[in-house]
């Protein structure tokens, strides 16, 4: 019986330590609203994803913590969602949801009334909940703005403030945006406040928005410590457009992302319009395609680049970064960023063409078993190893490409080279033994 105690006593302590954070909801999204509308409570909806980290650490340090769970279990009824799972979906695209980990916090009616974003600690957490409570009862809610705005679309000052509200709660403005630079004098279009506004709206800018067009119109007329933003922005709109495209395989508007990409030079990000046909196939499925436009790169562009050229061109963005720390212009107080910062300088065009060369190379080892085409991957391999001598991963590359053209004697000896260099650097090399052992005894080394 003192034993049946004991254990009854450790069950129970047990259940109280389970209970201290967070208590979420298992049922449907439906029976959630109905238990939120019986208790009188709000619902507190944590969109998440399997693959974020930040989520991860959210549920595993922050969620479980006694202090937490008193707050949102006495105010609100908790729920989760995996955005890209079941119910998750349409809740997530309702609430348009763009980023892991998102907070929502919603009416037993399902209106939203206040949202937050990323990972923090439980003090940040827990103040969220206390600034979502205080936008529960703001006497002017979301669907009172929308209802106003049907009446007061073309009044700025209206604009302005409804423009704030949406930003206040993570939703997509670009449509309020558009009418208010439409509405204001053109000279007023490249404002500090616009400039701004520009830099809130990225994911949401696309081509052949109003917005979109102003900033081409406009690029040079911002000022000039706004000019990375535009040009960011520049590069969101077809970055975000061709997504747009890829999504529902619209071919049109593919074709309109690359007329406009070649209306604005010198974009720093983009380059080469084949990177970003590889993108757009690479996201319909169309792996022919993908590859075609990415072996056309490869040849037409990259390796008529001279390994010197782009060796040159890091030596002088790094000066450049050097000149900038010299004149104050950029701080030196954070020494860490500071030496991740010049160590990415030092090779960033190196590195980037490397990727190109070898990313390109390995779907031609994955997929293809032409003869020629395989050699001209075995050559972008040799140009990226060329620019990055004694690396494993592309010398473990070049060495499958070997062994894939059947010479397997070559493949075995670069293939052992590139374990050698790995275990002097205590890197994982169990990867290149199972290598050598497919190569040895004559199994196929690509899927």
């Not at 969620?63 to 105010?75: Q, R, S």
């Not at 954070?334 to 991740?340: F, G, L, T, Y």
Request: a neutral charge; aromatic letters at 10%; glycine letters at 4%.
């Amino acid at each position: 019986m003192k034993n049946l105690s004991l254990i009854v006593s450790a069950l129970l302590i047990s259940i109280a330590g389970f209970s201290q954070g967070i208590r979420f909801e298992n049922g449907t999204w439906a029976e959630v609203l109905a238990k939120a509308k019986q208790s009188n409570k709000p619902v507190f909806i944590d969109v998440y994803t399997s693959w974020c980290a930040p989520c991860k650490k959210m549920s595993n340090e922050v969620f479980p913590l006694a202090e937490v769970g008193k707050v949102y279990n006495a105010n609100f009824i908790c729920y989760q969602i995996d955005a890209e799972k079941g119910e998750g979906i349409e809740i997530a695209k309702k609430y348009d949801v763009k980023a892991y980990p998102t907070y929502l916090f919603v009416k037993a009616d399902g209106v939203l009334f206040s949202r937050s974003m990323s990972s923090m600690d439980a003090e940040a957490f827990i103040g969220i909940s206390k600034k979502a409570l205080m936008d529960l009862n703001d006497p002017k809610p979301l669907t009172e703005w929308e209802k106003e705005y049907i009446l007061k679309g073309n009044d700025t000052i209206f604009l302005k403030k409804y423009i704030g509200k949406r930003m206040e709660l993570g939703l997509s403005f670009a449509t309020q945006f558009d009418n208010y630079l439409q509405l204001i004098p053109e000279k007023n279009r490249t404002s500090n406040y616009v400039a701004n506004l520009y830099y809130e709206l990225e994911k949401q800018l696309k081509i052949n928005s109003f917005a979109y067009k102003n900033l081409v119109a406009n690029r040079n007329k911002f000022n000039t410590r706004y000019s990375k933003i535009i040009d960011q922005e520049l590069e969101a709109g077809i970055m975000n457009t061709l997504g747009e495209a890829a999504e529902s395989k619209d071919e049109q508007l593919l074709k309109k992302v690359m007329t406009t990409f070649d209306q604005i030079p010198q974009l720093p990000n983009l380059k080469d319009k084949e990177v970003l046909y590889m993108q757009y196939y690479e996201k319909t499925g169309e792996f022919e395609k993908c590859l075609q436009h990415g072996i056309d790169f490869c040849n037409n562009t990259i390796m008529k680049i001279s390994p010197d050229s782009i060796l040159k061109k890091d030596e002088m963005y790094l000066q450049l970064l050097e000149k900038r720390f010299v004149s104050g212009e950029m701080s030196q107080n954070e020494q860490d960023q500071i030496v991740a910062l010049r160590k990415f300088m030092a090779h960033s065009e190196r590195d980037k063409y490397s990727g190109y060369l070898t990313g390109i190379a390995y779907r031609v080892f994955e997929r293809v078993s032409d003869v020629n085409t395989l050699q001209k991957a075995l050559s972008w391999t040799a140009r990226s190893l060329e620019l990055n001598p004694n690396t494993p991963r592309i010398m473990d590359l070049y060495a499958n490409l070997l062994y894939k053209l059947g010479r397997k004697e070559e493949s075995i000896a670069k293939e052992s080279e590139a374990l050698e260099i790995a275990k002097k650097a205590n890197d994982d090399s169990k990867t290149y033994e199972e290598t050598l052992r497919k190569m040895s005894s004559g199994e196929k080394t690509w899927k």
